[in-house]
């Protein structure tokens, strides 16, 4: 599976980079204005840091304007791929940018029926937001194992980018169900190395090592 970092934090995600933790980054309206930081400027670093997809979302809601905004973007960087709502206007732009052979990310997916529509646009991912549903009491797992048996029954390629990943359970999860993607928060990310376990195993190794009296340098 691989992993996004759900971030506009240029640290975080040099860092992961680094850790080999890192196959592309999303970002989202909310996320750039919690960066404090010019959004087509943040983009471009970050393309500049992995050279695996890097979503931008147009704000528009009309498919004209969506366009437009997505000529802009996609010409920041080559890994750009531009991410559109999951309403006619965005299906219809996704189908169009599709045709000219840039990336599309389907967002804010809340049933298996969008998801159906946005593979028939040929979307190159669907992002379905898993924590959102949990929150109103629904099953976000539930939404990605039925969008892998449908995409499996007609062999859509569209990636299944596991969205609104909260915690290290939502990763395994989606793992075990066979989703493409997940993008997460970066701590989420760093959470999925932690076990007490590990933790107690270091200490005790390194109690015993300080009674050798050795150093290996
Ligand atoms: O980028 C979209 C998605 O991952 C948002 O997550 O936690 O705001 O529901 P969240």
């Not at 400027?41 to 437009?68: D, F, L, N, R, Y």
């Not at 946005?118 to 539930?142: C, N, Q, T, Y």
């Amino acid at each position: 599976m691989k992993f996004f970092a759900d971030t506009a934090e240029v640290a975080d995600i040099k860092e992961l980079q680094d850790a080999g933790l890192l196959d592309g980054v999303t970002t989202n309206p909310s996320l750039i204005s919690k960066s404090g930081r010019d959004f087509k400027e943040v983009v471009k670093e970050i393309c500049g840091i992995t050279s695996g997809p890097v979503s931008a979302e147009v704000v528009s809601m009309e498919h004209e304007q969506m366009m437009k905004e997505a000529e802009v973007l996609r010409k920041i960087a080559d890994n750009v791929c531009i991410k559109v709502p999951l309403t006619i206007d965005g299906l219809k732009t996704c189908r169009k940018l599709r045709a000219d052979g840039t990336m599309v990310n389907v967002t804010l997916c809340f049933s298996a029926n969008q998801a159906l529509l946005a593979a028939k646009a040929g979307a190159s991912f669907i992002s379905p937001f898993v924590g959102r549903l949990d929150d109103i009491g629904h099953s976000g797992m539930e939404l990605i194992a039925d969008i892998r048996l449908i995409y499996d029954n007609y062999d859509f390629a569209t990636e299944i980018l596991v969205a609104s990943v909260r915690s290290p359970m939502h990763v395994l999860d989606a793992a075990k169900i066979g989703a493409d993607v997940m993008t997460s928060p970066p701590s989420v990310i760093k959470q999925l190395a932690k076990h007490t376990l590990t933790d107690k195993g270091l200490e005790s190794f390194a109690a015993d090592w300080a009674k050798t009296g050795q150093s290996i340098l």
